[in-house]
């Protein structure tokens, strides 16, 4: 199924000719409208767009940074005057002020179809009802999500996030098919759905997950699929480009199409920033094509990911993006030694009697980093003897060993002791630069 | 002849024994015998109560990690040897202790042995036909 499909399956020389018209044009767009991008490319020498010849001169416009724009809060990146500007979102920033997203009425529709493409291409029809249960407000997941699942048809229900007790009761009384949510969330769902004195079949029509705004393993996503008795699609997006709808995994699941007439990607080495080959691992840099409110060149978004530009079994020939597997300021970086969250999540996750919440503590010993893992202790079986529970902490710890290269901590906790995240979880506290612990 | 223990997981943190003991105390649930084994991190804590089906429900209810186990209640008289005795017997017949602990009575001359092994039934038959005395369920639950 396809919402757009003329444009979904467009050929490859097509879909770049498209691509170097339209960044000719973004290119002239930028410079005429707003001043910082002005200045920024007449440093470079690219004073219009004709002076992109091939779309491979993209690599002489200049990067534009998360602290570029956090430099310009809240609305000096914008392209038109604010009576044009019919929508603002922004996304909660960990550090200092959120990062701001300003829409046109033509952005916003645009942003629809997007969304409405990869919804489709997970499966979902006017037929669907799906509960949106990311938090509304600001943050673009929800009204994202919320409009393209207009567009496609489905009925949609506003439920935000919290209140688990009502999520779960929406899900039985309604006739929910599908969830939105992000990964750890529909995890806990998940718990709670197994522990909620329901038959299964009480969630019977659950049907689709789209679950989206932080990353998730393939363990947990067998996980969320297994508890909830749904198929979950991954999709991507931020603020900074629009929001979701940037790119999404159709049925096959094998990479996530990126919506490529609007969103131009790239991949860099994050230390030389040069090209990487086809196919390699790097930073993704993404262009946006059409956006009118606040068009971005070439964003840096300090994802870690890679290209695939063959064609997919469904039939669209975007190309397709492999799962996020990190961020270049999520890694970690331990006696030397990079390490994700998420890999350390999947080890979890594959490992019985223990629960897929974790936490992890960095902190110095005897001056040496040291990396504590603590995961929750769920099955009371183990309780009969000491080497079962030994022999639980030492198989993580094992595990961890061989997938990261690194002596870790592992510390059993008891359940439901660490915190449960309903947005962008938080799982790393690091105290490396706090007094060490005696 | 096996009585009902519960075991509960127990991070190693300041207060959270006394937390726990303060669930029973305050579900009315009376402790016969304490038992805590740990780690630098965990510690499993090992009790006998009057109630141990109401003690599961209050501890779970709590969000804690529970589970039921069957054990032995062995009642040894205070001379030297007997213990050594009891011991002795269930390892020359076979049987793997896993852990034990031991409380005195109210009765003078005598002290109380909560012993884990495979096969718990067997070992208190056993036990029972060399002459040690086994306790009843409701022996412990009402003492
Ligand atoms: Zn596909």
Same mark, same amino acid.
């Given at each position: 199924m396809f919402f757009q499909k003329e444009i979904e399956t467009m050929k490859r020389p097509e879909i770049e000719a498209l691509q170097l018209e339209r960044l000719r044009r973004m290119v002239d767009y930028c410079y005429n409208n707003v001043p910082f991008y002005q200045e920024r490319l007449s440093k470079a020498g690219i004073t219009s767009g004709d002076k992109i010849k091939v779309l491979s001169d993209i690599q002489y416009i200049p990067f534009t940074t998360k602290d570029d724009i956090r430099d310009n $809060?809240?609305?000096?990146?914008?392209? %038109?005057?604010?009576?044009?500007?019919v929508r603002i979102h922004a996304s909660s920033g960990t550090t200092g002020k959120p990062t701001v997203g300003v829409y046109t009425k033509a952005d916003i529709d645009r942003w629809s179809d997007f969304v409405a493409r990869i919804v489709t291409a997970a499966g979902v029809t006017a037929e669907d009802i799906i509960q949106i249960s990311f938090g509304y407000g600001l943050f673009t997941g929800a009204l994202g999500l919320h409009f393209g699942l207009e567009k496609v048809g489905a009925t949609v229900i506003p439920?935000?996030?919290?209140?688990s007790e009502k999520q779960l009761m929406m899900l039985r009384d309604f006739g929910v098919t599908g969830l939105v949510a992000t990964p750890s969330y529909a995890l806990y769902l998940g718990e709670l759905v197994r522990e909620s004195? $329901?038959?299964k079949e009480a969630y019977g029509k659950l049907r689709h997950g789209i679950l989206g705004s932080e990353g998730c393993t393939e363990e947990m996503r067998q996980r969320i699929e297994e508890n909830l008795g749904i198929n979950v699609t991954d999709n991507y997006g931020m603020t900074e480009l629009t929001g979701p709808g940037v790119s999404g995994e159709c049925e096959y699941r094998c990479g996530l199409h990126f919506a490529e007439d609007a969103f131009l990607p790239e991949i860099i080495d994050q230390d030389t920033l040069e090209h990487k080959a086809p196919g390699e691992a790097g930073e993704l840099v993404v262009t946006t094509l059409m956006r009118e409110g606040m068009p971005v060149l070439r964003y840096r978004t300090k994802d870690i990911t890679r290209l695939n530009y063959e064609p997919c079994r469904c039939g669209r020939t975007h190309v397709r993006m492999d799962k %996020?597997?990190?961020r270049t300021d999520d890694m970690l970086i331990i006696k030397g030694v990079n390490v994700f969250p998420s890999q350390i999540e999947s080890v979890l996750v594959a490992t019985e009697k223990v629960g897929p919440h974790y936490q992890l503590v960095v902190r110095k010993k005897n001056y040496m980093d040291n990396l504590e893992v603590k995961v929750e202790l769920i099955?009371?079986?183990?309780?009969?003897?000491f080497g079962e529970l030994e022999k639980v902490q030492r198989t993580i710890h094992d595990r961890l060993k061989s997938v990261l290269g690194l002596e870790t901590k592992v510390t059993l906790v008891e359940p439901k002791s660490l915190e449960r995240f309903?947005?962008?979880?938080?799982r790393v506290l690091d105290l490396r630069n706090q007094p060490e612990e005696r | 002849m096996q009585i009902q223990q519960l075991s509960v997981f127990v991070e190693n943190k300041p207060g959270r024994l006394a937390e726990i003991t303060e669930v029973l105390a305050a579900a009315n649930i009376d402790i016969r015998a304490i038992s805590v084994a740990d780690t630098s991190d965990f510690g499993i804590l090992r009790v006998i109560v009057d109630k141990p089906k109401e003690a599961i429900e209050t501890l779970k209810e709590h969000g804690m990690t529970v589970s039921l186990t069957n054990v032995i209640a062995v009642g040894v008289s205070d001379h030297p040897g007997e213990f050594s005795r009891a011991v002795r017997l269930l390892a020359d017949t076979g049987f793997d202790m896993e852990y034990m602990y031991a409380f005195i009575s109210r009765d003078k001359g005598r002290a109380y042995v909560i012993i884990r092994t495979n096969n718990g039934q067997k070992a208190a038959e056993t036990l029972q036909e060399n002459g040690f005395d086994i306790l009843s369920p409701e022996t412990i639950y009402n003492m």
């Open positions: $809060y809240p609305f000096g990146l914008m392209a %038109v005057p604010m009576k044009d500007i439920a935000s996030s919290g209140n004195g $329901y038959p %996020v597997m990190g099955d009371a079986s183990l309780l009969e003897s309903q947005g962008k979880a938080k | -």
